[in-house]
């Protein structure tokens, strides 16, 4: 028998004063002594400083190991990374890795299946087991910058997210202002846009690459946070640096990372191939269909049943000449691999065009009513 867990009366009631001070405060303060440019710059200053540490640190860095950034660069997540409040980045990232092995199931620390508000907030009131370091997280256990901030977390969460910003508010002529727009109002707010990545984008949505679990691709989200908003593509592709994988996509921590690997503070930028996120994007929207399939006449059927398995012949014949391509593109054969990604791509269109005509006629359909 299982049983609920207990209460953490003292965070919970962080939680609960922090968005008080942080908007009425801040609000009423601002009322009362007037306002300056520097406070929301301040804000916003500090809210880009701590939520890239979490974004492009915690998160893709440190939780997913998509890519491998220089000892400045994890030094700089790991102390802004703490001002967020948010736990120890080995903490962080360990629940973190226990919420994508398990995730929509009962294990799943912030499952949405136990209710939108328990995704997003109510899960953090509650005491819960440590999180499996030694089973998840030894990588991270090893790393003497991990340790480090482990071991002085709650020190650079206070001096750093709330005497920072009240130094910087005495350096402009106003203490309480400081503390409260760079500290209060911007911890609420990195608080519940990294909460929505939780619960919003797992409840609403586009479920575009993966159809089994509740990440959904929300680009509301993604502009309340740093990007991490196309969740479906992320819960897919864990191990890929990017979120928001077309140019047009807001993702400024895919952008922050390959600015780090041009300044050569990151390397090893770990994207998936065309062919397999076409692959992915194939099988949820055939998965989405399927149940309209059952329903439409056999002459029709069997032409979309068709199109849909020549689309999967044109994508594993461009997945092989992908893989085919990387080998000669890692040997230096320039020649050969310039037009094996060029058939590569051939084929992807080809499998694009298949698959899309394929989704087309079944909407074109009239509804069926089953007998």
Known sequence: MTTKPRINVPLMSFLMLTPVIGIAGTAVYTWLHGFALWMPLLALGMYLAVGISICAGYHRFFSHKSYEAARPVQIFYAIFGAMAAQNSILWWSSSHRTHHQYVDRDWDPYSIKRGFWWA?????????????????????????????????????????????????????????????????????????????????????????????????????????????????????????????????????????????????????????????????????????????????????AGEIHRLLASAREHLTISITLWRRYAAEHAEGATASWKSTRQYARQHLRLARREWREACRRVNSMPSQTPA
């Open 120 to 300: 997003h907030i109510l899960w953090i009131f509650h005491d819960h087991d440590a999180p499996d370091i030694e089973g998840n997280a030894r990588d991270l256990a090893a790393n003497p910058i991990v340790q480090w901030q482990a071991r002085w977390y709650k020190v650079l969460l206070i001096v750093g997210g709330f005497g920072l910003p009240a130094l910087i508010g005495a350096l402009c002529g106003d203490v309480w202002a400081g503390l409260l727009w760079g500290g209060f109002l911007r911890l609420v707010v990195i608080h519940h846009t990294t909460f929505f990545v939780n619960s919003l984008a797992h409840y609403l949505g586009d479920a575009s690459f993966n159809a089994e679990v509740s990440a959904r691709d929300n680009w509301a989200v993604a502009l309340l946070t740093l990007g991490e908003g196309y969740h479906s593509f992320h819960h897919r592709f864990p191990a890929d640096f990017r979120n928001g994988i077309r140019w047009f996509q807001w993702d400024p921590a895919k952008w922050f990372i390959a600015t780090l690997r041009m300044l050569g503070l990151a390397h090893d930028l770990r994207s998936t191939p065309a062919p397999q996120i076409e692959q992915a994007r194939m099988q949820a929207a055939v998965r989405a269909v399927e149940p309209q399939l059952e329903h439409i006449p056999a002459p029709a």
